[in-house]
């Protein structure tokens, strides 16, 4: 399934210091452009895009960075532990994706619309009440919000 843009600057941001010093995971590439992000100071990025023609231009955006392998294909498939996941593609099977955070790891989920209830928000409701993980939302701009979760 493809849906969805290139995530905002300011999330990018967030990516960029939370990526520092780790080995990452995206859920979804789309264009690259938070890969790029990640990769300017992650040790390893990982990152799996389903729909071959945005994982082409993402191939183009990424082959600078010699710690980034673009896996095109369902993250699904993915196997490994990463201290850091940005689950950004169209994510139901939050326990799946709960396997490839090692313990003390980050998993990160944005494009949400502040101030919403946890109850009935299938992300909130595992993000924010899981508790094998420990998680706050932020502001990332006025009207955008993100989780930040740690795998306890
Ligand atoms: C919001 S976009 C990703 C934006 C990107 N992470 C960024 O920061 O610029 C979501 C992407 O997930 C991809 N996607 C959806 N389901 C997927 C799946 N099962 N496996 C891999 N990619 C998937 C879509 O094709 C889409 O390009």
Same mark, same amino acid.
């Given at each position: 399934? *493809? ?6 600057? %300011?999330?990018?941001?967030l &990516? ?12 979804? *590439?789309?264009?690259? +452009?938070?890969? /790029? !992000?990640?990769? +300017?100071?992650a040790?390893? =990025? =990982? *990152?799996? +895009? ?10 183009? $955006? ?18 490994? %532990?990463? %201290? &850091? ?11 799946? =994706?709960?396997?490839?955070? /090692? ?10 619309? #502040? ?6 928000? #299938? ?7 899981? #508790?094998? &993980?420990?998680a !706050?939302?932020?502001?990332? *701009?006025? +009207?955008?919000?993100?989780? =930040?979760?740690? $795998?306890?």
């Amino acid at each position: 399934m *493809t849906d969805g843009g290139s995530s905002i600057p %300011a999330v990018q941001a967030l &990516l960029r210091a939370l990526a520092a010093g780790r080995d990452v995971a995206e859920l979804g *590439t789309a264009f690259g +452009e938070g890969a /790029a !992000a990640m990769a +300017e100071t992650a040790r390893s =990025v =990982v *990152t799996v +895009e389903v729909d071959p023609a945005r994982a082409a231009i993402a191939r183009g $955006r990424l082959a600078r960075f010699s710690n980034v392998e673009l896996v095109e294909g369902d993250w699904r498939s993915l196997r490994g %532990a990463f %201290a &850091l996941v940005f689950a950004d593609a169209d994510v139901h099977d939050w326990d799946r =994706v709960l396997t490839l955070v /090692a313990p003390g790891g980050l998993l990160v989920k944005d494009d949400l619309t #502040p101030g919403r209830a946890i109850a009935g928000d #299938p992300a909130r409701e595992f993000l924010l009440r899981d #508790p094998r &993980l420990a998680a !706050a939302e932020i502001l990332t *701009t006025p +009207e955008t919000a993100a989780i =930040v979760a740690v $795998r306890r």
